[in-house]
């Protein structure tokens, strides 16, 4: 049984349609790269999949149970949880209230407290930066306190929208180290937006690639790299 399955998803906005006829399916553990042009419809996807956009068409299924139709909320419950694009952590609020954010609901609270030492310690920098506002912190810092914050409801699938952008190469070789060791650690299922093909074949994993909202090409990670600096080697970069 596949861990997560997304059957026939349409994704509309109006009139526009973001993404259409799209399906495929993951497996546990595995790590899946989504990439693609501006626009292709790669945040609308993993959107749709968190339940934060609602789908016009189509099923979303974990572990055999019908995810689709749930609320972001509860389906976080169920144990997937989203880094979106741009982060989105709370400034002004200190790295130990965001990852406190969304746990207000538990009852469990010594469970919580120690989800938050298994945080800090997996991310020993937050801890150092428990007490500092989030705004203060380097935007490495911050897409590490953005992922924390999704680690933070206990998730067997894991979709991170773009964790490199903005970042300089060696901070995002830092944020897919730890990426890597977390997946390593808890047998995570990772689904990770990833505009370079060579970074994702560096990192390595399955790509599906994007466009006009529909999957074009589904493969490893490297041959896409491979068939890129071929594009490249021909056509000088500018195709
Ligand atoms: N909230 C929204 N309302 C209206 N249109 C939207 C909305 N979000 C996305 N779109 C449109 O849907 C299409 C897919 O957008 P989406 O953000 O999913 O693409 P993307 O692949 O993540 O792009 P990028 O690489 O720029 O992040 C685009 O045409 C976009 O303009
Ligand atoms: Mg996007």
Do not use: W
């Not at 991310?123 to 203060?136: C, S, T, V, Y």
């Amino acid at each position: 049984m596949a861990k997560l399955g997304v059957f026939d998803l349409a994704v509309r906005y109006g009139k526009l349609t973001a993404i259409s006829d799209l399906s495929f399916t993951v497996s546990e553990g595995e790590r899946v790269f989504v990439s693609g042009p501006n626009g292709a419809g790669k945040s609308s996807l993993l959107s749709a999949i968190a339940g934060s956009v609602r789908a016009a068409h189509g099923r979303i299924e974990m572990d055999g149970a019908i995810l689709s139709g749930l609320g972001p909320e509860a389906i976080a419950r169920r144990g997937l949880s989203m880094v979106p694009e741009g982060r989105r952590i709370f400034p002004s609020l200190s790295v130990q209230e965001n990852l406190m954010v969304g746990t207000g609901m538990r009852r469990d609270r010594s469970a919580v407290a120690d989800d938050l030492d298994t945080i800090f310690t997996a991310f020993p920098i937050l801890r150092d930066r428990a007490r500092a506002q989030a705004g203060a912190l380097s935007g490495g810092q911050q897409q590490m306190l953005a992922i924390a914050r999704a680690l933070m409801t206990n998730p067997k699938v894991m979709l991170v929208d773009e964790p490199s952008l903005g970042l300089a190469p060696k901070v995002v070789d830092e944020v897919y180290d730890r990426l890597c060791q977390l997946q390593a650690l808890r047998g995570l299922t990772l689904v990770i937006v990833e505009q370079s093909s060579a970074r994702a074949a560096r990192v390595g994993g399955r790509m599906l690639l994007m466009r006009c909202g529909k999957i074009v090409a589904d493969g490893d990670a490297t041959e896409f790299a491979a068939k890129d600096l071929l594009t490249e080697a021909y056509f000088g970069g500018a195709a």
